[in-house]
Structure formats: structure tokens, C-alpha cells
């Protein structure tokens, strides 16, 4: 059964990673793939056999060439000592492109594409993980670069068969957890309903809660910013606590519990943005260690339009950045802002 996506941890410990920000005219260098990964034949059927087999789990890292978040989760998270053991203890990794043209046999045995498959599984970012069971079907999976942490919680989850007994949302909860602020964070632009809204804005849910360590970072170095506060202000943005049991009326006259809606929403870590349309369907989501110029482009794909003719937000997001960097504007796309040390 799948457990839900994993995003931008909050409930978990500080983010760890601080790399130096991308020029306005290069892009982000390449990284090699491991060569301890799992020497396959590209046969997910047979790879998730083996590996129950040995008593582990199969695990699908899924990147695309020139990707920084990529480069950042195997050279920096992958060489800890105890991710590096959790990994060779418990996983059999297989890495596909999210863009590849290699021929490959799906968990169920059916030939495909490295791209063909990266599509059907709904591979929006990069790097994706999906961890599956032995019948498999998804365990977990994470969209977007996990801090170490993060990395961590996600392994412990999938190799005590956590995911057979509770949510990892559940799992988390229980988890100890750093020191953060008691309240939610405040924004000039959020709502903390629907009353107000004007039909035909797009629509943004912010799911929170206090006690959350990247919900503050979040606030900090990403809706803090000018920038950002100008995709926002087209949007009706409100602000949800993940454990709420007030109700909320939503624009199609519905009235539901928060937590309702989150578990509807199948929200599974704090903090995450869903982005929907006007009519109320759900267009993107950010569930990721998410820098500021990606939430911002997230934003503007759903405020555009740009989704009903381009799929594909990770074109979207590649054209921009080309852009930026062609009218001499700086594209952070894994470094240190300026503007906040946290990341």
C-alpha cells in the first residue's frame, strides 16, 4: 500500500546541506552514479525478487543529467557512514534517467523506457526515490532532495516495515524532533479561509504545522522573499495546520475537517504547497527541500497556464532558468541565498 509522498521534512532535524549558488552564465556540473549500486539488467521484476529474496527492499533512484539536487543526494548524503551502511544492509539500488531511452522491464515485468516509466509513475522531480515492497507495490516514496536526516528517517521507515503498520507521517510524529517555533508562521498574503475569494484566482494550500523546523525555513528563505510575494499575490494562498479539526468551507461549497482534508489530500509531511486551478483541481505540488526560485516557478507554471500545454514542469522549470540566466539574473538552484544562511 503507498504511504504517501515524501517532501520537505519538517518534523524531522535541522537541513544539513549548504553548497555555493550556480553563476548566472554555467550550469551545474555533472555527477557520476555509484558504481556499489545494484549491477541490474534493468529488470524491475526481477530486481524486487532478488532483493526480497536477500530480505531487503528494492530501491529506484530516479535523476536526469545536470540535476544539482542530484548531485548533492549522492555526493553528499550517499557517502555518510550511516546512510551509506542503512543502504548496503538493507536496499538493492537501481538507478533509471527520468529522460532515458533504455529499454527496461517494469516491477510487473512489462518492457518500457527509462522515460516511459519515469511518466507512468508520476516523476515530476528529481531526484525521486521509490521504495517498493515485496509484491511490489510502492512502500514510500520521496520527491526531491532529502538532508540527510531526512534520508535517515525514510530508510529506518522502509526497513523495519514501518510502512506495513502506520503512515510515515505517524512515524514521524513519534519521532524526536529539533526545537522550532510554537506557533505558525504569519504571511501578508495568506488567508485562513475562503471567504473572499474572488472566482477565477488560482489557489494555494499551504499545509503547516508548529513544531517544524523546515516550516520555519520555508517562511524564512522562501515566502520571505519579494520575489516569491509576486507569484503569490495571484493566488488565494491559505494557511492549514496539518492537525486542525476546524472546518473549512472550500470553493465548491463542501465543508470538511482540515485534517480531513489533508488526509483526502494525502498530505503526509509539513510543510507542503498544493496548487490547483480555478476550478479547484489539483494541478502541482511542492513536497521537497524546494529553494526559492523553484517554489516561485512552481507558481507562475500554475498561474500562467503553462500546465495545460506543457506537462511537463521540469521543461517548464529548465526554460525559465535559461532565461534568467540570459538576462544576467542569478538562478539559485541549490545554494546559499544571501538573504538566509538556513540553507
Known amino acids: 500500500m503507498i504511504k504517501g509522498l515524501v517532501p520537505l521534512l519538517a518534523v524531522l532535524m535541522y537541513t544539513s546541506i549548504a553548497v555555493a549558488e550556480t553563476s548566472t552564465t554555467s550550469h551545474p556540473e555533472p555527477f557520476g552514479i555509484p558504481d556499489w549500486f545494484k549491477n541490474s539488467f534493468l529488470d524491475l521484476s526481477e530486481d524486487n525478487a532478488e532483493a526480497t529474496d536477500e530480505g531487503k527492499h528494492l530501491l529506484v533512484l530516479f535523476t536526469q543529467d545536470f540535476c544539482p539536487y542530484c548531485k548533492a543526494l549522492i555526493e553528499k548524503n550517499l557517502t555518510q ?63 526531491g532532495y532529502l538532508s540527510s536526516t531526512e534520508m535517515l528517517a525514510s530508510l529506518e521507515y522502509v526497513s523495519t516495515r514501518e510502512y506495513q503498520k502506520r503512515s510515515i507521517l505517524e512515524f514521524l510524529r513519534d519521532s524526536p524532533r529539533a526545537s522550532a517555533r510554537e506557533s505558525l508562521g504569519s504571511q501578508p498574503f495568506f488567508q485562513q479561509s475562503f471567504d473572499g475569494y474572488q472566482v477565477g484566482s488560482p489557489i494555494a494550500l499551504v499545509f503547516e504545522q508548529t513544531d517544524c523546523i523546515d516550516c520555519d525555513t520555508l517562511h524564512e528563505c522562501v515566502f520571505a522573499k519579494d520575489s516569491f510575494r509576486e507569484q503569490a499575490e495571484l493566488f488565494h494562498t491559505v494557511q492549514l ?19 480531513r482534508l489533508a488526509q483526502e489530500l494525502k498530505i503526509s509531511y509539513t510543510p507542503t504547497v498544493v496548487l490547483f486551478n480555478p476550478d479547484f483541481s489539483e494541478v502541482i505540488r511542492a513536497e521537497a527541500q524546494l529553494r526559492s526560485f523553484h517554489v516561485e516557478s512552481l507558481f507562475e507554471y500554475v498561474s500562467g497556464g503553462v500546465y495545460a500545454t506543457e506537462p511537463q514542469f521540469q521543461r517548464f522549470i529548465d526554460t525559465r532558468a535559461d532565461k534568467f540566466r540570459e538576462q544576467g539574473k542569478p538562478v539559485s538552484i541549490l545554494g546559499t541565498d544571501e538573504n538566509c544562511k538556513a540553507l
Open 241 to 259: 495546520d496539518l492537525w486542525s479539526t476546524k472546518t473549512i468551507t472550500l470553493p465548491d461549497g463542501r465543508s470538511i475537517p482540515v485534517n
Open 81 to 143: 557512514k550511516k546512510i551509506r551502511e542503512s543502504l548496503d544492509a538493507n536496499f538493492d539500488i537501481v538507478h533509471l534517467n527520468m529522460w532515458g531511452d533504455r529499454e527496461v522491464f517494469d516491477i510487473h515485468g512489462e518492457s518500457t523506457t527509462e522515460k516511459a516509466i519515469a511518466k507512468a509513475l508520476k516523476v515530476q522531480f528529481t531526484p525521486t526515490l521509490i521504495f517498493f515492497d515485496e509484491s511490489g507495490q510502492p512502500a514510500l516514496r520521496t520527491n
